[in-house]
């Protein structure tokens, strides 16, 4: 099992149920520099409020007074999950896992009020969010999103739900690093997203969570919860202070695009253009990715893989899952070149190059 950190976590979805099996995560390194938050600042980058903590207790009621009307509880036929109201049209950004299979659900308001109908517009599941729509949406208040990418490690942040279903729920704790990279468990009916840039943060995040909203203390949301980390050594359960979330630069991207289109046409992460699995090897351990397909007119078939291949190593790194290998690709972009080591059915390793195309929704 990879390492995550320094210990033995892994991540899982925050699905209601609870029951999606962990697997490790990969992490890069973040600049850790000390800062403090304070409310009401133009952006993420405010300073932390005064020392006493009836101004700390006043920030955060105030923040809770002002998202939580938009945040949302979704309800499917086979979980529940939480979002984001994004605009007054109807539209609420969630966690695709949290949509599923399902393109019709219900929508209750973390506030109170009665259930509300609702579509799915569009899914993207590489990146895990989606993009769902209210048939009423009188009443709806939008969120207000920050930029991300103004982040600093050590600021104040809330995580506002609905974790085991209980609507409206909000916990407190910092962001703790940022820049991590994260894959979500695998399964016949999905490959399971990969997730750059992630945000990393000790707010306590539960299954039922994922879809909602992690917040500053200037009432903005600055990403969406998605994993939770758990330990091995405690059986699966839960690893205290650990959790992840999708900044919001990129749910809003991803959002607009398919608000304004019906679908993603530009998810700005680079592909290999291969459709593979985790190979096996004699001693029982991973030993690379099999291909069992090439996108036509891909980088991958340009370069001349072929399925039957074992993908071994890009640019030095090896790849011994396709976790790993999802992970990899993170760090380039459409258009980049790499160099790729396989393994040929016949035995022969060779080493190819390989300009990376875009990711393409599905």
């Known amino acids: 099992m990879r390492e995550i950190v320094a210990g033995l976590a892994a991540v899982v979805l925050l699905t209601a149920c609870g029951r999606s099996p962990s697997i490790p995560a990969s992490t890069s390194t973040a600049a850790a520099s000390p800062a403090t938050t304070t409310p009401g600042s133009p952006t993420a980058t405010a300073e932390a409020p005064g020392s006493a903590p009836q101004s700390l207790e006043s920030a955060y009621e105030r923040v809770i007074t002002d998202v939580l009307p938009s945040i949302v509880q979704i309800n499917t036929k086979v979980g529940l999950g939480s979002g984001i109201v994004y605009d007054t049209a109807g539209h609420i950004v969630t966690n695709a896992h949290v949509v599923g299979e399902a393109t019709e659900m219900n929508v209750t308001i973390a506030t109170g009020g009665a259930p509300r109908p609702a579509k799915l517009v569009k899914a993207f ?17 939008p969120a207000k999103f920050g930029d991300s990418g103004k982040l600093r490690v050590g600021q104040i942040v809330l995580a506002m739900g609905n974790p085991l279903g209980l609507s409206g729920s909000v916990t407190n704790g910092i962001v703790s690093a940022l820049g991590r990279t994260v894959s979500e468990p695998q399964s016949p009916e999905s490959p399971g997203a990969t997730i750059s840039g992630a945000i990393q943060t000790s707010a306590a ?18 990403g969406i919860p998605t994993l939770a980390a758990t330990d091995p050594q405690l059986g699966g359960g839960a690893a205290p202070g650990i959790g992840f979330a999708i900044p919001s630069n990129t749910a809003t991207d991803i959002a607009a695009q398919i608000v304004k289109n019906g679908k993603v046409t530009n998810s700005h992460r680079a592909a290999l ?3 593979g699995s985790t190979v096996i090897g004699a001693t029982g351990q991973p030993s690379g990715v099999g291909v069992a397909s090439v996108e036509k007119g891909g980088g991958a078939e340009k370069a001349g893989i072929r399925a039957g291949d074992v993908i071994l190593s890009i640019n030095g790194k090896k790849t011994t899952t396709m976790a790993a290998l999802s992970e990899e690709i993170t760090a380039y972009k459409p258009g980049d070149q790499v160099k790729v080591e396989i393994l040929r059915p016949d035995g022969d390793t060779q080493t190819v190059t390989v300009t990376l195309g875009e990711l393409k929704a599905e």
Do not use: M, Q, T
């Open 205 to 222: 995040i539960n299954p039922g969570n994922s879809g909602g909203a992690l917040v500053n203390l200037a009432g903005e949301v600055i």
């Open 125 to 141: 599941g590489a990146g895990d969010l989606a993009v769902i729509k209210v048939d009423r949406p009188d009443g709806l208040r």
């Open 273 to 275: 253009g291969i459709r």
